[in-house]
């Protein structure tokens, strides 16, 4: 009933938004004139559809992509949920274990480890060069191919880890 409620006050929100906004454009000159109804239009150099067909292809890319992006951010939320739970879990054990002295923990090995690991540029230490050489790897692939689904996938993300 709390996800209605949200939705429903949000609904009312956007509309008033967009009651302003069509106000305020049509306060400035001309802004009106542009548009006609008969579809041979153009606003801001962009073309207008003359009929609802012709946006069809891109209501699909953006429904597919809305939904994928509502199942991947649910699915991600639950998951990190779980990750975190186990990651901490295991650390509390092994803060138990070595405070009794069962274990110890070669610290030195493990940081060596993990800089071999995070080095992206191979130059031997973890730094900022390899951060922004791992987020341009990062995005590179995240931008590939995803023209038309972008918008929708980030919208549904941002529902799927809200509500999920």
């Known amino acids: 009933m709390v996800l209605f409620g949200a939705l429903r006050t949000s609904a009312q929100r956007a509309a008033r ?48 992509g809305g939904v994928l992006g509502l199942c991947s951010g649910f699915i991600m939320k639950k998951v990190g949920k779980a990750a975190a739970g186990i990651v901490g879990g295991i650390f509390v054990l092994q803060q138990g274990l070595a405070y009794q ?15 071999r690991v995070l080095d992206v540029n191979g130059d031997g230490k973890f730094d900022q060069k390899d951060m922004e050489s791992g987020y341009l790897k990062t995005l590179s692939v995240l931008q590939q191919n995803t023209a038309g689904m972008s918008g929708g996938f980030a919208g549904g993300f941002l529902l799927g880890v809200r509500y999920g």
């Open 101 to 115: 002295g069962y274990i110890t923990v070669n610290w030195n090995k493990v940081e060596q480890d993990m800089i």
């Open 17 to 64: 938004a967009s009651t302003v906004a069509g106000l305020a454009f049509a306060a400035v000159p001309g802004a009106a004139s542009s548009v006609r109804c008969d579809g041979g239009s153009s606003f801001g150099g962009m073309k207008i559809p003359s009929s609802f067909e012709a946006m069809i292809p891109v209501g699909q890319t953006l429904s597919v």
